[in-house]
Every structure is written in structure tokens, then in C-alpha cells.
């Protein structure tokens, strides 16, 4: 039973689309995540929610919008895609304490713009 | 600015000798330091992390060694496995913003041959 999964894996579309990526976790936790992993492998983070609050957004373009239904469930979606958006993008989720335990992540969705 | 590095893009070890991974850090305020194991099309999985007031700290074959006056840290793996051949991230917590916030390295690409 995955513990944190999303959707699509791959996800293969043309510039100026808007596409959407779904994240869930069955693991209780109460802190989601997405990270973006670029084509140098640096793995950075774009946003945080806690128990459906946004509490972390990097330098992110305002054409990403996550959503949060409920605590297990964190979405992206992205407007007007472009070149440079093709990446793989994790989605995370940890308990409270998890400086010590760790995220858990999912397998990636690769994104390859068009 | 890379605040997490590893140096080493790649590694190779033969099987039952030592894996040491390294990792620097610039932030003196990071107070967490984990390590990620990571396969192929897969998300990066928790490996161990070690507390910035400890100098080390062990899981069965995995043991981590912080040298915070040289913002210096290193996973060693002995025995090597053929199974541990994945790319290993090093990541630091804290760092003056959300607490939950990750930053992680590039990663070394380790080999184990046989």
C-alpha cells in the first residue's frame, strides 16, 4: 500500500497547456510538500502545507497554484507551462517531528514541456 | 548559493569494503543533517540523520559523522552491498527559515561492484 503516491508519473504536454499533478498520502501526517527536481539534480522545495495551510512558498512563478483539500491530499497545478518547467517534481509528506525522521516521498512525476 | 554540496558527483566501491560519502554545509544554522537514499524513477527514501549537538550517530550498517567546526559530514556504509549502488543525497534542516523546510545537495552517484 503506497504511502505517498502521485499522478501522472509521466506527464508529457505542449507549451501554453495547463496540467495539473495529484498527491496523496495515507500516512497521517500532517505536513505535504513539493519539490522540484531540476536538470542539475537539485532537489528544491516550492511549497509547505500544514494541515491545509500554506506555510512555506519559495520563489515560485505565480503560474504554480497548489491546493490542499484536506491534509492528505496536496495538488499542483501549472498554467501556460513552459520549456523550462520540464523537471521532475516530488511531492513529500513528514510528521511533526520530521528533523529527525525524515520526509517521505513519492516516486516523481516527470514533466517534459514541448 | 548552494548552501548543501557534495563534491563528488560519483563513486565506486567494491562490495564488502567501505562507502564514505561526504557532504559541506555553509549555513552554521542548520541544525539537522539527514541522508536520503535514492533509485531510479523512484523517490528518494530516508536513510539516517544526526542532531547538529551530536558528533555521531548509527543505524546497522549506516553511520554518520558531523564535524560541525569544519560544516563537514559523511555517511559511511560497511559492509557494501550490491543493493546499496543509488544516488545518496545529503540534506540539511533549520537554517534560519521554516523549521521544515529541507535543503539537499546534489547527490553522489554510488557504485558497489562486485
Known amino acids: 500500500d503506497t504511502a505517498v503516491s502521485q499522478t501522472p508519473k509521466y506527464l508529457v504536454t505542449q507549451m501554453g497547456n495547463d496540467k495539473s499533478i495529484k498527491c496523496e498520502q495515507n500516512l497521517g501526517h500532517d505536513t505535504m510538500y513539493w519539490y522540484k527536481q531540476d536538470s542539475k539534480k537539485f532537489l528544491k522545495i516550492m511549497f509547505s502545507?500544514?494541515?491545509?495551510?500554506?506555510?512555506i512558498n519559495e520563489t515560485v512563478p505565480n503560474r504554480f497554484s497548489p491546493k490542499s483539500p484536506d491534509k492528505a491530499h496536496l495538488n499542483l497545478h501549472i498554467n501556460s507551462l513552459e520549456l523550462g518547467d520540464s523537471a521532475v517534481y516530488f511531492c513529500a509528506s513528514s510528521p511533526r517531528d520530521s528533523k529527525v525522521y525524515g520526509y517521505t516521498f513519492g516516486s516523481g512525476t516527470r514533466l517534459t514541456v514541448v | 548559493d548552494q548552501q548543501v554540496k557534495q563534491n563528488s558527483p560519483s563513486l565506486s566501491v567494491q562490495e564488502g569494503r567501505i562507502s564514505i560519502l561526504n557532504c559541506d554545509y555553509t549555513n552554521s544554522m542548520f541544525d539537522y543533517f539527514l541522508w536520503y537514499k535514492k533509485y531510479p524513477a523512484e523517490g528518494p527514501t530516508f536513510l539516517i540523520s544526526i542532531s547538529s549537538i551530536k558528533d555521531k550517530n548509527e543505524d546497522g550498517r549506516f553511520t554518520v559523522f558531523l564535524n560541525k567546526s569544519a560544516k563537514h559530514l559523511s555517511l559511511h556504509i560497511v559492509p557494501s552491498q550490491p543493493g546499496d549502488s543509488a544516488v545518496y543525497f545529503c540534506a540539511a534542516s533549520g537554517g534560519g527559515g521554516t523549521a521544515s523546510k529541507l535543503t539537499f545537495g546534489t547527490g553522489t552517484r554510488l557504485q558497489v561492484t562486485l
Open positions: 502545507y500544514n494541515n491545509k495551510e500554506l506555510i
